[in-house]
Nanobody, 121 residues
């Protein structure tokens, strides 16, 4: 089975920084796209940042210039460096990966359990 485990969330003040990490484990053959989503209370889950297997990145406009997504293919990990955090960044952040396993060779999507990020003003 595949597991995505996030870490690094917490409470931070306006303008502060956090670094989220996500480790993918299990019988993984290859990982394609990885990304970070977030869901604020009462809102839908939205993509924040994504990164392809060759390192191409994309960001939602509201985080451009503040957040940086990166990945370590050797360790099956993805990171989200979040700087200059704002109260509107408060949400549960979820790691996402599209990958193939030894059991399910067709690429499919997997999710982590989420980590809370709270930005106080």
């Amino acid at each position: 089975q595949v597991q995505l485990v996030e870490s690094g969330g917490g409470l931070v003040q306006l303008g502060g920084s956090l670094r989220l990490s996500c480790a993918a484990s299990g019988s993984i053959l290859s990982i394609y796209a990885m990304g970070w989503y977030r869901q604020a209370p009462g809102k839908q889950r939205d993509l924040v940042a994504g990164i392809t297997s060759d390192g191409t990145t994309s960001y939602v406009d509201s985080v451009k210039g503040r957040f940086t997504i990166s990945r370590d293919n050797a360790k099956n990990m993805v990171y989200l460096q979040m700087n200059n955090l704002k109260p509107e960044d408060t949400a549960v952040y979820y790691c996402n990966a599209v990958l193939r396993t030894k059991v399910v060779v067709t690429p499919r999507e997997y999710w982590g359990q989420g980590t809370q990020v709270t930005v106080s003003s």
